[in-house]
T-cell receptor, first 113, second 114 residues
């Protein structure tokens, strides 16, 4: 298995632009998680899905952030408009049943100028 | 609610010395506990986990952790540090009931001194 796949690995954009991050979970995993990692705030859970349905989006910072999972093999995290304070590493992870480990992707390093 | 506290954001040990990274959790229901490792510019990788059963859990790369319910702790140890152990380590908790999300600690950066 290829593991969790994220694209792009690096994204540099200017303030105000729309940013879309992509994630392909491991086949057969029915939970998908989006995290953000910064030096100041550490690892934060933004949102997670179960069977393509958003379960908890309480970690989404504000309305500029949105996430979708149109099918079991693809999810997007969109920021519109982007701001410099959104600069971080964004991780996607997937897992199976409750209590099982989450498998993390390599992350997308986002820089907003 | 669940939470994790990792004591010490930075730990330095000499190569060959004992590694001890501390983790205390808070959970009102039986916890699942995890240790993840993150190498520079990489995602998180599972070291070990406790769900049920034996309280001493062995993981990859010679690491182990012991679940102590009375102390609400899940400290990570390795008898002899190797240079390749230098990384950031995260403790995390989820629960038997409730949602499947993990609550992560703030991480401990381990430096190994030659």
């Amino acid at each position: 298995d290829a593991g969790v796949i994220q694209s792009p690995r690096h994204e540099v954009t200017e303030m105000g632009q729309e940013v879309t991050l992509r994630c392909k979970p491991i086949s057969g995993h029915d939970y998908l998680f989006w995290y953000r990692q910064t030096m100041m705030r550490g690892l934060e859970l933004l949102i997670y899905f179960n069977n393509n349905v958003p379960i908890d989006d309480s970690g989404m910072p504000e309305d500029r952030f949105s996430a979708k999972m149109p099918n079991a093999s693809f999810s997007t995290l969109k920021i519109q408009p982007s701001e410099p304070r959104d600069s971080a590493v964004y991780f996607c992870a997937s897992s199976t049943l409750r209590g099982n480990e989450q498998f993390f992707g390599p992350g997308t390093r986002l820089t907003v100028l | 609610a669940q939470s994790v506290t990792q004591l010490g954001s930075h730990v330095s040990v000499s190569e060959g010395a004992l590694v001890l990274l501390r983790c205390n959790y808070s959970s009102s229901v039986p916890p699942y506990l995890f240790w993840y490792v993150q190498y520079p510019n990489q995602g998180l990788q599972l070291l070990l986990k406790y769900t049920t059963g034996a309280t001493l859990v062995k993981g990859i790369n010679g690491f182990e952790a012991e679940f102590k319910k009375s102390e609400t702790s899940f400290h990570l140890t390795k008898p002899s540090a190797h240079m390749s152990d230098a990384a950031e380590y995260f403790c995390a908790v989820s629960t038997v009931t409730g949602a499947n999300n993990l609550f992560f600690g703030t991480g401990t950066r381990l430096t190994v001194i030659p």
